[in-house]
């Protein structure tokens, strides 16, 4: 049977195409033709052809370029247009011989309507209206696309990837952050008042370095943290902005479990009020503890220097748990009766709370640990008039007192 070229105008429907070449032996259109024609030929928006098909520099694959646009076509991927901004951020990085590669895609329009995107071999290229074209790759792309891509609180970037001053990093800048990458710290974000404050500190430039991670809910609460190689940043509504340079690890014992409040709101309460302190607050480990004749614990007078039996019984437990670290012991009520005890055995840190205890006694106790005294004024975390008392949450604490926290040998260096 002789070869007949297949007429363009029928190659509307690749599909009926591979059919027509498998059952008529006719000779096959090159992909770029099929594409072209699949997007209106010389009647579609990319308009007539300015060039013939011509093979890439790197000799793998083939382009055309048209009024309007290009379509590229390379073996592994098929025969992709791009077009408009897209294209010219492309073509500004150096085409198919850039780390991008060939597309892979068409210019296609994002889930929220406003952007368009090419992806390509090493990479994509997003574009808005308001940001332009920029492009995306790597393990930044991966972080980008993980939080949900423009749809995420970043949206659309606003940078292409950018070697950091320090000549060791990467980042991209976003409508809604920053995403900041190294060799030795990986990927992450950060944006808002988080992101505001390490930029006035000098980015990574300053004592804080690279972020380390991504920001996080505080215990599930309102304040958020990220982390950096240097130390933390923590907000809340009510605390603002806090540079944390040092922390406790705190573990937790349950003989029973807290009632009146959760034991995430006393953590998060805890890191709130020692962030004015510069100390984060780390939950190190959660462990279950059946210890009936130690659920109602004798505590005696309470006094720094001064145990009972059953509290040297009750803190020798202490699974998991380094010289350094502080431990909290959850029980059903002390006797006499108080919402907590601070006092412990020599070289076994910590502190007994009761299960319907205060958001605040937490923090109040363990600034007994690190130090601190009670003092006759409601407004401050170590108020001795009880923490149901506490009136202007988060309470204060004074500079003396942060200075106190901070230099207590269980306060360590971030």
């Given amino acids: 049977m002789s070869k007949f070229r297949i007429d363009p105008q029928l190659v509307l429907d ?12 006719f000779t096959p259109l090159h992909p770029i033709t099929v594409k072209y024609w699949q997007l209106g030929g010389a009647s579609g928006w990319l308009g007539t052809h300015t060039t013939s098909i011509l093979t890439c520099p790197d000799g793998v694959g083939q382009f055309q370029h048209y009024v309007n646009g290009s379509i590229y076509y390379h073996p592994s991927e098929g025969a992709h247009e791009v077009h408009g901004l897209i294209k010219a951020r492309w073509k500004s990085l150096g085409w198919e011989r850039s780390f991008l590669g060939y597309p892979k895609t068409d210019e296609t329009k994002t889930p929220d309507n406003i952007g368009r995107f090419n992806h390509f071999q090493g990479g994509s290229i997003y574009w808005s209206p308001s940001t332009g074209a920029w492009e995306v790759h790597g393990a930044i792309r991966s972080k980008y696309a993980s939080l949900g891509w423009e749809r995420s609180f970043l949206k659309y970037p606003l940078t292409n990837e950018t070697t950091t001053p320090d000549g060791v990093g990467r980042f991209n800048h976003f409508q809604g952050g920053s995403i900041y990458w190294t060799p030795s710290t990986g990927a992450h974000e950060v944006h808002g008042a988080i992101r505001a404050h390490w930029a006035s500190l000098g980015w990574e430039k300053s004592f804080l370095k690279y972020p380390i991670s991504d920001e996080l809910v505080v215990f599930g609460g309102a304040g958020r943290i990220s982390h950096f190689q240097g130390g933390s940043i923590y907000w809340s509504p ?29 953590f998060a309460a805890m890191q709130e009020v020692f962030a004015i302190a510069g100390i984060r607050v780390d939950c190190a480990s959660t462990q279950n503890l059946s210890l009936p004749s130690l659920n109602d614990v004798d505590v005696g007078s309470c ?25 909290v012991y959850y029980v059903r009520s002390t006797v006499p009766g108080y919402n907590g005890c601070a006092s412990h055995p020599s070289g076994k840190p910590g502190c007994v709370v009761v299960r319907s205890a205060s958001r605040w006694t937490l923090g109040h106790e363990f600034g007994h640990v690190l130090g601190l005294n009670h003092v006759n004024n409601n407004d401050r975390l170590m108020t001795g008039n009880g923490t149901f008392n506490i009136t202007n949450p ?3 604490l004074t500079s003396s007192e942060s200075s106190t926290m901070r230099n207590s040998s269980l306060s360590t260096n971030i």
Avoid: C, W, Y
């Fill in 14 to 25: 690749a599909t009926l195409h591979e059919k027509l070449i498998k059952d008529l032996n």
């Fill in 238 to 266: 009510t605390a603002g902005i806090r540079v944390l340079k040092e922390k406790v690890r705190v573990h937790v014992k349950i003989l029973t479990a807290p009632t009146s409040f959760t034991l995430d709101e006393q």
């Fill in 303 to 327: 006094m720094m220097g001064s145990t009972t039996s059953e509290q040297n019984s009750l803190f020798n437990n202490r699974d998991f748990v380094g010289s350094k670290d502080l431990v």
């Fill in 394 to 396: 988060p309470p204060n």
